[in-house]
């Protein structure tokens, strides 16, 4: 069974920073990726960074520069630093596991507000 639970999420002034962890109860690189949404009131769930097996990372345009994903290997989790927040990046943040036959997982989601 695979379970994800993020976590460091909270509410910041525009400009700020916040660092997400998601804890992963496998081995990530079990995973074909492994990767951040995000979903905002009225709006659909949109992917905002992913990080390939091998390492290879893609951003959403719109957090381009400002986001970062990385794997902790050694405790199995993945994060998300978010620096430069903005009033538009408040949503709500899953993680996501995806497998090598395609099978996707998802944490529970963690707030993240940021106020101008």
């Known amino acids: 069974q695979v379970q994800l639970v993020e976590s460091g999420g909270g509410s910041v002034q525009a400009g700020g920073s916040l660092r997400l962890s998601c804890a992963v109860s496998k081995n990530v690189f079990m995973f074909a990726a492994m990767a951040w949404y995000r979903q905002a009131p009225g709006k659909q769930r949109e992917l905002v960074a992913a990080?390939?097996?091998?390492?290879?990372?893609n951003y959403a345009e719109s957090v381009m520069d400002r986001f970062t994903i990385s794997r902790d290997v050694a405790n199995l989790a993945v994060l998300l630093q978010m620096n430069s927040l903005k009033p538009e990046d408040t949503a709500v943040y899953y993680c996501?596991?995806?497998?090598?036959?395609?099978?996707?997982?998802w944490g529970q989601g963690t707030q993240v507000t940021v106020s101008s």
């Open positions: 990080i390939a097996v091998d390492g290879r990372t």
């Open positions: 996501n596991a995806r497998s090598h036959v395609g099978s996707d997982y």
